[in-house]
T-cell receptor, first 113, second 112 residues
Framework: GAGVSQSPSNKVTEKGKDVELRCDPI?????LYWYRQSLGQGLEFLIY????????KSGLPSDRFSAERTGGSVSTLTIQRTQQEDSAVYLC???????????FGPGTRLLVL | EDQVTQSPEALRLQEGESSSLNCSYT??????LFWYRQDPGKGPEFLFT???AGEEKEKERLKATLTKKESFLHITAPKPEDSATYLC?????????????FGKGTKLSVIP
C-alpha cells in the first residue's frame, strides 16, 4: 500500500482482557516505531524495530506491553490484562532508516472499560 | 532529556488573519525538527523537516523557520481547511536518537 496501515481502527475492550494491535509499514521501510497518544498529552515513544529486532524496549510503560515484528514487515503490539489507563490512540510510523522522516499510520483508538 | 514546548495550546483565527505558532525545544544535538498536522481521528501528516538554524521551508500558506532554541510555523491568510492540530517534534543525536520527542500541539481553528 501507499502508506502505513493499522488495524483495527477502533477497539473497545473490558478491563483485564488482552488486545493485539497491528501495524503494516510502508513497503521497503525497515524501521518501525510505536507511539501512544493519550488525551491532552503529546505522543509518547514506546518501541522501535530495525528489521525484526527491537534494540530498545525501555519506552514500554509496563511489562504488560510487548511487541514483535516478523519478516521485517508487519508488527503487533500486545497489551495484556488491559487497564483503563491504557485507553489511548496507538500510532505506528515507519522509515527507510532511523535518520529519515517518520510517516504515521491512522492509529488504533483503544478504549478500556 | 529532549523537551518540546508548543504555544499557544489553542488559537482561533478569522479566515485571512495571519499568525504564528511557536515550538521551543531543548535537545542534545539536533538531528531534525519536524512539523506535522493532525486532523481529528487521524494520524499525524508530515509537513516539514528543518535541520539547522536559519533554515526555512514553505508549503502553500505555511512557512516553517528554525533558530537554535525555537521554531515557528507561520500561517499566511489561513483558510478554514487549515484548521487542525499542529505538532512539533525533535530528533536528537543522544541516546535514543531514533525516537521523536513531541510537544502537546497547537489546536488551530480558522473561522470563515
Amino acid at each position: 500500500g501507499a502508506g502505513v496501515s493499522q488495524s483495527p481502527s477502533n477497539k473497545v475492550t473490558e478491563k483485564g482482557k488482552d488486545v493485539e494491535l497491528r501495524c503494516d509499514p510502508i513497503s521497503g521501510h525497515t524501521a518501525l516505531y510505536w507511539y501512544r497518544q493519550s488525551l491532552g498529552q503529546g505522543l509518547e515513544f514506546l518501541i522501535y524495530f530495525q528489521g525484526n529486532s527491537a534494540p530498545d524496549k525501555s519506552g514500554l510503560p509496563s511489562d504488560r506491553f510487548s511487541a514483535e515484528r516478523t519478516g521485517g514487515s508487519v508488527s503487533t503490539l500486545t497489551i495484556q490484562r488491559t487497564q483503563q489507563e491504557d485507553s489511548a490512540v496507538y500510532l505506528c510510523a515507519s522509515t527507510k532508516s532511523t535518520q529519515e522522516t517518520q510517516y504515521f499510520g491512522p492509529g488504533t483508538r483503544l478504549l478500556v472499560l | 532529556e529532549d523537551q518540546v514546548t508548543q504555544s499557544p495550546e489553542a488559537l482561533r483565527l478569522q479566515e485571512g488573519e495571519s499568525s504564528s505558532l511557536n515550538c521551543s525545544y531543548t535537545v542534545s544535538g539536533l538531528r531534525g525538527l519536524f512539523w506535522y498536522r493532525q486532523d481529528p481521528g487521524k494520524g499525524p501528516e508530515f509537513l516539514f523537516t528543518l535541520y539547522s538554524a536559519g533554515e526555512e521551508k514553505e508549503k502553500e500558506r505555511l512557512k516553517a523557520t528554525l533558530t537554535k532554541k525555537e521554531s515557528f510555523l507561520h500561517i499566511t491568510a489561513p483558510k478554514p481547511e487549515d484548521s487542525a492540530t499542529y505538532l512539533c517534534a525533535v530528533q536528537g543525536s543522544g541516546a535514543g536518537s531514533y525516537q521523536l520527542t513531541f510537544g502537546k500541539g497547537t489546536k488551530l481553528s480558522v473561522i470563515p
